[in-house]
């Protein structure tokens, strides 16, 4: 008599145990954006640009759009700054020279230029 008694008081607690609700995980997919990264960008990201220049502030060198907006937009431009992305220079955006990219290809070297002209606002 003893164990039926036991028996019944243990299925009467088990009844008023609180139940907790079933956790789902749920899988979070990323939202992809239809950006398209431009030649010039891919470039720059993987070079040693990024080291000195910034898209809109000014670091060790002057951001991009600085240079943008301080050059007209045409071929001689391009010509210009692939040159000095390639050769290196100084003086013209202050007394920290811009050190020289030998190894880098003239046609990439305006990609990239061409890619900063198009910052212009």
């Known amino acids: 008599m003893k164990y039926l008694v036991l028996g019944i008081v243990m299925i ?23 950006m398209q990264t431009s030649p010039g960008e891919k470039l720059i990201a993987k070079s040693d640009c990024v080291g000195c220049h910034k898209l809109d502030k000014k670091l060790i060198g002057p951001s991009y759009l600085e240079i943008a907006n301080k050059y007209p937009a045409n071929e001689k431009t391009v010509s210009y700054l692939s040159d000095k992305i390639i050769k290196g220079g100084s003086g013209v955006w202050g007394t920290i020279p811009m050190g020289a990219h030998a190894s880098m290809k003239k046609d990439e070297a305006k990609t990239i230029v061409q890619y900063i002209m198009s910052l212009k606002k």
């Open 12 to 34: 009467g607690l088990s009844s008023f145990t609180i139940m907790t609700p079933e956790v789902k995980y749920t899988k979070v997919e990323t939202v992809s954006t239809n």
